[in-house]
């Protein structure tokens, strides 16, 4: 048995293959070269499609640079992971306003016609300040529904409805409706793939870990993206009694369930026990931990902690759980 350490956006490639599927309706309406849409509950407006717009954490720029919006881009910032192989170069040549997120001041001398962020701490005041105050200013600014800054407004289930219902909202806005129609597409054909493949995967138990707080485990709940893959690649969440995206347990809780799989986030900041290897290595080691049933059989699984949060990049964390869950199926049978 060996651990998978597969790069995730391969697996997508595999699994997607040539199909195609029905994008997910439009959440926007457009008249014209005019977008409006609904964003948190802050009414939009989009004149014309952006042509400077930035992105105030990772997750938003991936998006746009999957769909092939780099050339609209003139600034980013608050990189949280390795950015993902296949958006590397485009990266690199957006510049980078703030190691963090921009101050107001910043962001506007920039001076973009478009602000978008997958994370509500963006819009606080000790950042870019309140989106309302943007939109008085004449910038539309864009944030995730699956991070709004009234709570009341998330969706209690996080799932790939609200990724294709953003994706589609962000072509309609730059005007590539066709890509944001195949993006989608690419993405359901996997989410096909996976569901066939789920019924293999049945009785496997998965525990997720994030990482560590004064050597406690950090574990997926039952509110969060992990709750969503596991259930879609047909397995179940060892955690799925806490009501909550991720929350602090003990090693011994972990192993009094004794989950056959172990999924760690491989987080690329370079704190110690961060990286996919150095939880390996520490669960190898520990005395209480080597006797996981997982640590055991090496049914571990390294996805990109940015994988973990709803983005562009969520199917690769649900492609790559898959496939670990399949080969380990086999093994069992």
Known sequence: MRTILIPSALLVVALSGCAAATAAPPASTSTGAVVTLQSCGLDLTVDSPPRQAVTLEQGATELLLALGLGDRLIGTS??????????????????????????????????????????ASAFAADAVGDRAEL???????????????????????????????????????FDVESRGTELVGEQQAVLTEVADAAPQAEGLDVAWIYSTINGAPIVAGNAGLPQTLTELAGAGNAFEDLDAQWSETSWDEIAQRDPDVLVLADLSRGLTGDSADDKIATLRSDTVTAQLSAVRSDQLVAIPATEMDPSVRSINALAALSGALVEYAEVDK
């Open 78 to 119: 608050y990189l949280t992971d390795a950015v993902a192989p296949e958006y590397a170069d485009a990266y690199a040549d957006v510049p980078v306003l703030a190691d963090q997120y921009p101050t107001a001041e910043q962001l506007r001398e920039a001076g973009p016609d478009f602000v978008y962020s997958m994370r």
């Open 135 to 173: 939109v008085d200013l004449g910038v539309p600014a864009y944030l995730s529904a699956n991070d709004c800054e009234d709570p009341d407004l998330v969706a209690d289930e996080v799932g790939f409805d609200q990724i294709f219902a953003e994706i589609t909202d962000l072509a309609a806005v």
